[in-house]
């Protein structure tokens, strides 16, 4: 089984949701299924600065 994890942002407006639909359906194409999604915190450049919060799209193919 191999695994992709991407992240996919935290904010979504109408033209993101046809994007993030657009690249579930390429990694579906290339032999990916989407396993989950969750919330994750990523530190600010080098370290410094306030962290984002975006979420991760965790792929599965077998």
């Known amino acids: 089984m191999k695994y992709k994890i991407e992240p996919i942002g935290a904010e ?3 033209k993101a949701i046809a994007q993030l639909e657009n690249r579930f359906t390429s990694q579906s194409e290339n032999g990916y299924k ?3 999604v ?3 915190q990523q530190p600010g ?3 410094f ?3 984002t919060i975006t979420y991760l799209a965790i792929y599965v193919k077998e």
């Open 12 to 14: 979504f407006s109408n």
């Open 38 to 40: 969750f919330q994750a």
């Open 49 to 51: 600065g306030q962290p």
């Open 45 to 47: 450049c080098l370290g």
């Open 34 to 36: 989407l396993h989950s």
